[in-house]
């Protein structure tokens, strides 16, 4: 599982949690690691967020899900409540995000605005962060949306206004909300190897693969739709007839995914 986080002081209790290993040829973005997990600190900000989540996605074995995980402000809840992100929207972008509601955990639900700058006034009873937004404008496009889910802990709301960043406070939040962590990674992870393909599905995104120059994010494109493709039912032989009908990777991209519109809206 893959975990991003703005912050370093978000990201320690993690890496202790977990005993993961700083990654030591990955300059661009810091990477703490074992086998089954791993933190990359992307910095404040959307830019950085977006960034970061498409970096992680260079590396093959990555391609789990994600959890971005931090402290947020909120113009309702108290301060210390962890909250399950269910809608994810921008004031200037058209585009929301609404995880699926997967987790069978009685955790809040709220919805979530990304914004540029610090959130002081908290004008709406939302979440207000700084990043969740972005990632799953990324991670959206290179993964089921399924295993992409944001967890937040209020660190500050119209009663507690976050005056000035303290790190230990943010260690101390994410710190509080381990046992909760654990249980939704553990529900993702299960999820994640469900969704996993069989090796005849593994060896036609290879034979695709191998037809066109795909870029790194391209070839994660191809991997979700084709993933898509055989959950949703389109047989082997379809998906292939596309992928051969294709002259070029873009093509191949754009076609498979006019072919499964119609099914995603009848499923």
Do not use: W
């Not at 553990?186 to 005849?200: A, C, G, V, W």
């Amino acid at each position: 599982m893959n975990f991003i986080v703005a912050l370093q002081a978000e990201a320690m209790p993690l890496i202790d949690r977990f005993n993961l290993v700083k990654r030591s040829d990955t300059r661009v973005f810091p990477i703490f690691e074992n086998k089954d997990h791993r933190v990359i600190i992307s910095g404040i900000g959307r830019i950085n967020a977006a960034a970061a989540t498409g970096y992680l996605y260079r590396f093959e074995e990555y391609s789990q899900g994600i959890v971005n995980i931090g402290i947020a402000g909120h113009g309702e809840l108290s301060t210390g409540t962890s909250f399950l992100a269910n809608r994810v929207l921008h004031s200037e972008e058209k585009t929301v995000y609404y995880p699926p509601p997967i987790l069978e955990h009685p955790i809040t639900t709220s919805a979530l605005q990304t914004c540029d700058t610090p959130e002081k006034l908290y004008p709406h009873p939302i979440g207000y962060d700084m990043e969740a937004h972005a990632i799953c404008s990324i991670a959206y496009r290179l993964i089921t949306r399924e295993l992409v889910q944001i967890i937040k802990i209020v660190s500050d709301n119209p009663s507690n206004p976050l005056e000035s960043f303290s790190k230990k406070t943010a260690t101390n939040l994410i710190a509080s909300q381990l046992t909760l962590i654990e249980e939704i990674v553990e529900q993702m992870d299960d999820l994640s190897n469900k969704l996993s393909p069989d090796p005849i599905i593994l060896e036609l995104i290879q034979q695709i693969r191998s037809k066109f120059h795909f870029s790194s994010t391209q070839s994660h494109q191809l991997e979700k739709l084709v993933k898509q493709a055989n959950a949703l039912g389109l047989e082997i032989t379809k998906i292939s007839s596309i992928a051969d009908s294709a002259d070029n990777a873009k093509n191949c991209i754009n076609s498979l995914r006019q072919n499964l519109e119609p099914i995603r809206r009848l499923s």
